[in-house]
Structure formats: structure tokens, C-alpha cells
Nanobody
């Protein structure tokens, strides 16, 4: 069984910073892309940032220049450094890992449980 677990969420003031971490573990053969999505109340889940196994990145326009995604392939972890946070960044943030389990040829998308990020004065 594969586990994907986020951590690092919390309450932060506007303009502040927060670092989210995510670890994938279990019977993993390989991980392709990893990423972060978020969902605010009344809004659809949206891609925040994604990173390939080779280090190529994609960012939502709303976070470009403020957020940085990184990963450690050896540890199967991905981080999201969030700077200059705004109230509109408030959401539940979900980590995902697109991976193959050991013994399986299928690339599947796994999700973490989500971590709350609240940006407020």
C-alpha cells in the first residue's frame, strides 16, 4: 500500500511564508510527477505547482514568483515553499504523486489527505 502524507500547514499572516512537505512511502517502484493542488471553499481544486522526476516545473499563474516546488527523489518527498502569502492563498492543499507500485505497470495518481493553509491577519 502507498501512503502520501502532507505536513506543514497552518495559520500565517499576509506577507508571511510557509513550507509544506509531502512524503510518499510504501511499495513504490518509481514516481513520475509530484505536485501540489489546492481547493478553497466554493472553488474548484486547482493545480498550484508540479514537478517532474527530472526537475521540470509548472506553476499556476497566481503563484509564480512566490511559490517554489522542489523534490528529493531519493526520499520520495516534495516541498512547496510559499512566500509573500495572500489571503486568497487560503485553501486546503493536497499533495499528489503519480507513481508505479512495485510489480505493476500502471501509473496511478495518489493523493494526500490535505493540509489547511490559512492566510489571515
Amino acid at each position: 500500500q502507498v501512503q502520501v502524507v502532507e505536513s506543514g500547514g497552518g495559520l500565517v499572516q499576509p506577507g508571511g511564508s510557509l513550507r509544506l512537505s509531502c512524503a510518499a512511502s510504501g511499495s513504490i517502484f518509481s514516481i513520475n510527477a509530484m505536485g501540489w493542488y489546492r481547493q478553497a471553499p466554493g472553488k474548484e481544486r486547482e493545480l498550484v505547482a508540479a514537478i517532474s522526476s527530472g526537475g521540470s516545473t509548472n506553476y499556476a499563474d497566481s503563484v509564480k514568483g512566490r511559490f517554489t516546488i522542489s523534490r528529493d527523489n531519493a526520499k520520495n518527498t516534495v516541498d512547496l515553499q510559499m512566500n509573500s502569502l495572500k489571503p486568497e492563498d487560503t485553501a486546503v492543499y493536497y499533495c499528489n504523486a503519480d507513481l508505479k507500485q512495485r510489480g505493476s505497470p500502471y501509473l496511478l495518481r495518489y493523493w494526500g489527505q490535505g493540509t489547511q493553509v490559512t492566510v489571515s491577519s
